[in-house]
């Protein structure tokens, strides 16, 4: 049964004496918070902060009881409590302690309210009495709800002001990195047309441990990436067509020198993705694919297609090669972490390509999957999901 306190007198007299007290019950709070960290005063709100901002959250409670307005709605409230949120942050606290702090708040006005419902010398129905508890309750836990809200959205905003930096020097890093080992390999096939009989054994290990050096760039970078990254929508939205037909065209040189030929399908859904995890999960895809192509093959290719699946909205991202496949055995292992496949002869990596590619499938909302024969090529897939308004 709901009860109407706009015109309670009761509520009324609750109301109006906790708007009169509000500073009083913000001292009476900072005191308890004091009493409570005597060794760590240096960490609990300054005495002008608080009293800037707790009695004005404790007085918008009050007027609560008669509008019966929900305080969540409160665009004031949401303010007060970021603010709150953020100094506690600085100031070293943890959301724990912070919902710590506003149930102490909560039971000090409830206590208060409980007194004022001894004192009251009017004539009150029990069930006016109930609805007045409930209605302080209600908007108390709801200020527990935003604090804790607008304490986990500061800390989302400060991880992702870190992703954002360690994603910018990562991708300098790894460029100028790649470019001087890129560099470095052609002057080694320049001085390997040149190299006597004696030479051309230590240039192929001076090569191998270049190309060792490349691919584990290539990892910590993509580590980087993953680790600092906390933001759903990654390194940004974008159309589908544009990330799938950058990378084609980034990975043409290098799949030219292996001598595969890169498909990309014409017809692509129109629809944006998240750009960087799709990009993190087929760079290693593609590039695996082409590094593993089969030598002995006349043709060697890697194609790259979008398929519809029987879900609205919902498409398969599918990579197959005609490469040297992978062996049976090691198909269910090929997604942990430090696990390389046999067969691949002196192409070094860390093992950690298709773990983060696992990684960021999932992050997309898709799992990897691989059918593969070894001798005849492989096929990964995944889903991706297709945003409610497409780009046509």
Request: hydrophobic share 40%; glycine share 8%; aromatic share 4%.
């Amino acid at each position: 049964m709901s009860i109407n306190l706009a015109s309670s007198t009761f509520a009324k007299f609750i109301e109006a004496t906790l708007l009169s007290e509000s500073s009083e019950l913000a001292r009476k709070w900072l005191d308890a918070l004091r009493a409570r960290l005597p060794e760590r005063s240096e960490r609990i709100f300054p005495d002008e902060t608080l009293l800037n901002h707790v009695p004005l959250l404790l007085r918008r409670i009050s007027e609560t009881l008669t509008s019966g307005l929900d305080i969540t709605q409160d665009d004031f409230v949401r303010q007060e409590m970021r603010a709150l949120a953020d100094l506690r942050r600085s100031q070293g606290y943890d959301i724990e302690e912070l919902v710590q702090e506003f149930d102490l708040l909560g039971g000090i006005v409830a206590e208060r309210v409980e007194e004022l419902c001894a004192q009251y010398t009017g004539e009150t129905p029990p069930l006016e009495v109930l609805a007045v508890v409930r209605q302080m309750q209600r908007a108390l836990d709801s200020l527990t709800r935003l604090i804790m809200r607008a304490f986990r959205r500061g800390v989302t905003s400060e991880q992702l002001d870190r992703a954002a930096v360690l994603n910018s020097v990562g991708r300098t890093v790894a460029h100028e990195l790649r470019n001087r080992l890129h560099t470095s390999l052609l002057l080694l096939e320049s001085y390997r047309e040149q190299a006597v009989d004696g030479d051309s054994v230590l240039l192929d290990r001076l090569g191998n441990s270049l190309r060792r050096i490349e691919n584990v760039v290539s990892d910590v970078f993509a580590v980087a990436v993953m680790q600092g990254r906390a933001d759903p929508d990654g390194g940004g939205r974008r159309p589908l067509d544009e990330v799938l037909g950058e990378l084609v065209d980034e990975l043409r040189e290098f799949a030219g020198e292996e001598r595969v030929e890169l498909r990309l399908q014409a017809d692509l859904p129109r629809f944006v993705v998240d750009a960087s995890r799709l990009q993190l999960v087929l760079m290693n895809l593609l590039g695996n694919a082409i590094k593993y192509s089969d030598p002995t093959k006349s043709g060697s290719w890697v194609a790259i297609s979008v398929e519809p699946t029987e879900v609205p909205r919902r498409w398969n991202v599918l990579v197959r090669d005609n490469g040297i496949g992978i062996k049976a055995g090691e198909q269910s292992r090929i997604f942990d972490r430090n696990v390389r496949g046999s067969g691949i002869g002196s192409r070094d990596g860390q093992g950690l390509g298709l773990a983060l590619a696992q990684e960021a499938a999932i992050q997309l909302g898709s799992a990897l999957t691989v059918s593969s024969r070894e001798g005849e090529g492989s096929t990964f897939c995944f889903a991706l999901n297709e945003p409610a308004r497409s780009l046509d």
